[in-house]
């Protein structure tokens, strides 16, 4: 009989304080919003079915938080990795896309229309963000699966192009909503897309969170 093929959620937190008002995050730590919490406590609920056998957790607190819940959900503790870590905006954090404009206008131009050139100072690049998500991704495919990674939107963002394929230039072109979930599959030697799921909060489902735009 065929074993079943190694198996990746990755999942983006639940809604965090500056996600609500429109800040960048980066590695900067805004806590969840009361709607994030649900998000969380939903997605414990729906991995209650899903057999997953390790947890892999970044060690910001808007990913922490959302862990926790489905680590108690599931009476399993989690690794924390901190190439799971957002990407960080080095001095935009914190900071709206209008008061960015003010101070940064042709980088956040640049950031629209070829984020793949963009380098934050004191921060990454995707380029960044590539490499550790490649190296943590080939290390927990060492371990026993289905594996669940709890993450943030350029990691997420960044898997997904890898998996279908595409160039870290259409990074814009893939919208990833809080509380959401990517199942990934193993082939070969590569991760392919398999489903995908708006979990969240009730009010924010959606059939297909991850559309390319």
Same mark, same amino acid.
């Given at each position: 009989?065929?074993?079943?093929?190694?198996?990746?959620?990755?999942?983006?937190?639940?809604?965090?304080?500056?996600?609500?008002?429109?800040?960048?995050?980066?590695?900067?730590?805004?806590?969840?919003?009361?709607?994030?919490?649900?998000?969380?406590?939903?997605?414990?609920?729906?991995?209650?079915?899903?057999?997953?056998?390790?947890?892999?957790?970044?060690?910001?607190?808007?990913?922490?938080?959302?862990?926790?819940?489905?680590?108690?959900?599931?009476?399993?503790?989690?690794?924390?990795?901190?190439?799971?870590?957002?990407?960080?905006?080095?001095?935009?954090?914190?900071?709206? =896309? @209008?008061? #960015?404009?003010?101070?940064?206008? $042709?980088?956040?131009?640049?950031?629209?229309? +070829?984020?793949?050139? &963009?380098?934050?100072?004191?921060?990454?690049?995707?380029?960044?963000?590539?490499?550790?998500?490649?190296?943590?991704?080939?290390?927990?495919?060492?371990?026993?699966?289905?594996?669940?990674?709890?993450?943030? =939107? @350029?990691? #997420?963002?960044?898997?997904?192009? $890898?998996?279908?394929?595409?160039?870290?230039? +259409?990074?814009?072109? &893939?919208?990833?909503?809080?509380?959401?979930?990517?199942?990934?599959?193993?082939?070969?030697?590569?991760?392919?897309?398999?489903?995908?799921?708006?979990?969240?909060?009730?009010?924010?489902?959606?059939?297909?969170?991850?559309?390319?735009?």
């Amino acid at each position: 009989m065929e074993s079943s093929p190694w198996k990746l959620f990755l999942v983006r937190h639940g809604e965090a304080e500056w996600n609500q008002t429109g800040r960048y995050q980066g590695g900067s730590d805004p806590p969840l919003t009361a709607r994030g919490e649900a998000q969380a406590q939903a997605l414990a609920n729906w991995f209650a079915g899903c057999g997953v056998a390790t947890i892999f957790t970044s060690p910001l607190v808007r990913a922490r938080c959302t862990s926790r819940a489905v680590e108690k959900r599931l009476g399993m503790v989690a690794i924390v990795d901190d190439r799971l870590s957002e990407l960080a905006y080095g001095p935009w954090e914190g900071l709206t =896309q @209008a008061e #960015v404009k003010q101070r940064w206008p $042709e980088m956040l131009r640049l950031w629209k229309v +070829a984020p793949d050139r &963009v380098h934050f100072p004191g921060g990454e690049c995707l380029g960044d963000v590539r490499r550790r998500i490649r190296s943590l991704l080939e290390d927990a495919s060492a371990y026993p699966g289905p594996v669940l990674a709890v993450t943030h =939107q @350029a990691v #997420v963002r960044i898997a997904l192009l $890898e998996a279908q394929g595409e160039p870290l230039s +259409a990074f814009r072109h &893939v919208a990833v909503e809080t509380g959401s979930v990517a199942t990934l599959l193993r082939q070969g030697k590569r991760l392919v897309l398999d489903s995908l799921h708006g979990i969240g909060h009730p009010d924010l489902l959606c059939a297909n969170p991850f559309a390319f735009k």
